[in-house]
């Protein structure tokens, strides 16, 4: 009774903010600060000391069963708290069960690829859950923000039209399709920060010695481009938001709401696979139960 409470309770907190259909999605009907039915951070840790090793109970099965996949796609602006989710949301899952891929600026290597290709070969295999903090979705972010990128990648000139975006959109419709065909699980997650707050950590990763080494002097300047990045964002959830790889814009001004939505996003997803522990055949028991006569003989 009471893990369907908690699992009821993880799909209240985070339907809100899933995007399953994105032809009307507009950024701005999503507050940054929202905290929505939860009072202040004090209730929303109550709520996660209440469902303690829920979500480790569920990767374990998805561990066990080796069927499924989880993927998380992690994507936000400078300092929204991306590193923040990923070690406090998964601070109790078994790290054998679990893969963190930060992407940065392509090497080589990477860009004498197809642009999808350093991602697909770090898709999590069956049985684990594979965390991408920043992705594939930096092709329509940065990369438009900052058309010359595109040079690097070596495209033929007569592909790189007006198209290009619409046609990266439907690339990553089509990757993602295929990934659930194959068992892959996919939540994308856009930590949705305000340029105050922004600014807010930034000062303090000036001031702080603690948090000097997290300050890039690239980050602010992408701050300059926020405007160009908030559309890009906007657009991307557009044409990207589908039923099989939902976006869940996550208000991430309050860094404990974001982590506690974005736990219950993942809950609720793992539950909806019906996910249970292997039985074993009868000539398997039967091994067992001898084995288990004989170190009780011992």
């Known amino acids: 009774m009471k893990y369907q409470k908690q699992i ?5 907190l985070s339907a809100p903010y ?74 109790g899952v078994n790290p054998q069960g679990c893969d963190v891929h930060s992407f940065k600026t392509p ?23 594979g965390i991408f903090n920043r992705s594939y979705y930096e092709e329509v972010l940065v990369v438009r ?19 290009i975006w619409e046609q990266r959109y439907e690339d990553i419709n089509a990757f993602e399709h295929y990934l659930t065909h194959n068992g892959i699980v996919i939540c994308k997650f856009f930590l949705h920060v305000s340029k105050k707050e ?32 908030q559309e890009a964002y906007e657009e991307l959830i557009q044409n990207t938001a589908t039923k099989h ?21 993942i809950i609720s997803t793992l539950e909806e696979l019906d996910l249970s522990f292997p039985d074993v055949d009868k000539s398997k028991k039967k091994e067992l139960e001898s084995v288990r006569k004989s170190l009780v003989r011992e």
């Open 18 to 91: 899933c995007v399953t259909k994105g032809e009307k999605f507009c950024l701005k009907d999503y507050d940054t600060n929202d905290t929505g039915e939860v009072k202040n951070q004090e209730h929303g840790e109550k709520i996660i000391a209440n469902r303690a090793g829920l979500l480790t109970n569920l990767q374990e099965k998805l561990y066990a069963q080796d069927r499924w996949a989880l993927l998380l796609v992690i994507q936000a602006m400078d300092a929204a708290g991306k590193d923040g989710v990923i070690k406090h949301v998964m601070s």
């Open 245 to 265: 790889a939902p976006w869940y814009v996550i208000p991430a001004d309050n860094k404990w709401y974001t982590q506690l939505i974005v736990a219950s996003a």
């Open 198 to 229: 922004q600014k807010k950590r930034f000062l303090e990763r000036l001031e702080d010695s603690k948090k000097n080494w997290k300050f890039s002097m690239a980050d602010v300047k992408e701050r300059g481009y926020w405007k160009d990045y």
């Open 145 to 163: 923000v900052h058309p010359k990128i595109l040079e690097a990648q070596k495209l033929p000139n007569p592909l790189i039209t007006k198209h």
């Open 107 to 129: 090497s080589t290597e990477e860009l004498n690829h197809d642009y999808l290709w350093r991602a697909h070969s770090r898709v999590p295999e069956r049985g684990m859950i």
């Open 8 to 12: 009821k309770e993880c799909e209240r």
